[in-house]
């Protein structure tokens, strides 16, 4: 507590207050485009951390980001039928229905409201959990670290796409974008082509922005004309607190503690997010329901509960990542690499070497729950006009943007190239449904993982048994072997049932 207390007293300062309102505003603004996450965003931003030298004030910014862009999808969804981001499909189906019948204020009272509740419980459950689990890492070894790393990467493979080949086949391509460079061991270029300005390897911050902010634009700007326009108008504001009626609050309440509970945990787990658990949400409410036929016509549960798990499921991931250093989500993934910028390596070491960041981020989650209440509800109107943006005009300017971050973080015309090669991959991979997520992971996690390896190696004098010797070890590396196995036991237990095997398990990436 007396940590947190002094996060609090970081965060309430003038300058990280500011630094928290432009992210929850910048946030909502990128939640509420059509095809745009927090994931892109932050993509944006990185070339301008290397301007900046307080990373305390860059990640509360990043954080506002995460979390308002997790609410803006809500007023795309409701508003206009078409998610900002994966995790809010989920919320669209109840809350366009609502729009329809006049009630979109009251659909928007209960997402926001209910991103409040949920990021505050799941918050709380981040303040008691984060140091326990980084106390608990401190005794993982390097074979344990190859293991975790490896789980995070095939977990994430294995679970997001519909196809596992075309999983494996961007987790390489990420990998071998992590490997060009200098070996960290030995000093031997690999993958350079005799080019000496891929000495120091590929820029993270390049790869992400060409995958981010340059192939997924592209993507999104090629399905412009699929896209709708019309915006469901806003009725008249009516009594009731909040837009909200005493029976839409009686049926609401349980819906978000219930999503509450089922985000957290599964934002933690690797390739959970905020899809599954909000689809879960839904569907639990939906046999909950004492009047289902309601559900598909705009029951206001079905947009309670999701958004409370879409927004649980963000507290859920930052475990993982402060105190392991693993991501499980692509927008982690960009997180941890603005980390790597400031040349800070999340784990458990990190609070005890940068208690006052890590504290004071979560005193920001805090904070920015707040904010984000105060701002949504009295200017939903300002967020309705931002969904009138003339489309080709706003992606044209993330381009150049993109362009100008790139040059500005590099001062090199190759990696601006470099950028848009990936760019145009990433546009590919998106149009041909491969998977974004394992390209990020590999990147980042695979140096990682190969320095974990080798270590793990000289400290057994080359004796791979050192890999199935620790329980620890054991559990992890049979959590991968499981990590493939799941997609498929839809399929076993059709089998098994002497049914038809139907499609194989799959989740949507979180961005």
Do not use: C
Not at 178 to 204: H, K, M, N, S
Not at 292 to 297: P, T, V
Not at 336 to 362: C, H, M, R, T
């Amino acid at each position: 507590m007396n940590d947190l207390l002094h996060g609090f007293a970081t965060v309430l300062s003038p300058e990280y207050l500011l630094y928290a309102a432009i992210g929850v505003t910048l946030g909502t603004f990128v939640g509420v485009l059509p095809g745009i996450g927090p994931a892109l965003t932050i993509a944006l931003l990185l070339p301008v951390t290397f301007n900046l030298d307080d990373p305390i004030g860059t990640f509360i910014m990043f954080s506002g980001i995460y979390y308002g862009a997790m609410y803006g999808g809500s007023t795309t969804s409701i508003l206009l039928n078409t998610p900002g981001e994966s995790s809010s499909v989920a919320t669209a189906i109840e809350g366009y229905q609502m729009a329809r019948r006049g009630r979109a204020r009251a659909a928007l009272a209960t997402a926001a409201i209910g991103s409040f509740v949920a990021g505050t419980i799941s918050t709380l459950l981040l303040t008691l959990f984060a140091r326990p689990v980084a106390s608990l890492a401190t005794s993982f070894r390097a074979a344990d670290y190859f293991a975790l790393a490896l789980l995070a990467m095939v977990a994430v493979t294995a679970l997001v796409g519909r196809s596992l080949v075309r999983g494996l086949m961007s987790l390489s391509l990420g990998l071998f974008l992590g490997l060009v460079g200098l070996d960290g061991l030995t000093g031997q270029a690999r993958f350079t082509f005799g080019t000496l300005e891929l000495l120091e390897g590929v820029d993270i911050v390049v790869i992400i922005v060409g995958l981010f902010a340059i192939g997924e634009t592209l993507y999104v700007a090629s399905r412009l004309r699929n896209l709708p326009e019309h915006v469901t108008p806003l009725e008249p504001a009516r009594g009731g607190f909040g837009w909200m009626t005493r029976q839409d609050w009686s049926r609401s309440w349980r819906p978000w503690l219930r999503g509450t509970a089922v985000g957290f945990p599964f934002g933690a787990l690797p390739s959970g997010g905020a899809d599954v658990p909000t689809f879960l949400s839904y569907t639990f409410e939906k046999h909950r329901a004492r009047d289902r036929a309601e559900f598909g016509k705009g029951a206001i549960e079905g947009v309670a509960g999701p958004e409370a798990a879409n927004n649980a499921a963000f507290s859920g991931v930052l475990v993982p990542l402060l105190t392991l250093g693993i991501p499980t989500s692509a927008t982690a993934a960009v997180m941890l690499a603005a980390f790597q910028i400031f040349n800070l390596q999340p784990g458990p070491q990190l609070f005890d070497k940068s208690p006052e960041l890590v504290w004071a981020l979560i005193a920001s989650l805090y904070v920015g729950n707040v904010l984000l209440l105060a701002l949504n509800l009295p200017l939903i109107r300002v967020w309705v006009k931002v969904l009138q943006i003339p489309r080709p005009v706003l992606y044209a300017g993330i381009l150049v943007f993109a362009t100008l971050g790139v040059y500005a973080a590099s001062g090199s015309v190759v990696q601006v190239l470099i950028a848009y090669g990936i760019g145009v991959i990433g546009f590919f991979m998106r149009h041909f449904d491969f998977p974004i997520a394992p390209v990020i992971l590999g990147a980042i996690l695979g140096p990682m993982m190969e320095l974990q390896f080798r270590r793990a190696l000289v400290l057994a004098n080359g004796d791979l048994t050192v890999f199935v010797t620790r329980p620890l070890t054991v559990v992890l590396l049979a959590l991968v072997v499981l990590a493939v196995l799941v997609p498929y036991l839809p399929r076993i237990v059709a089998r098994l049932r002497g049914r038809r095997p139907g499609a194989r398990l799959a989740f949507g990436e979180d961005d």
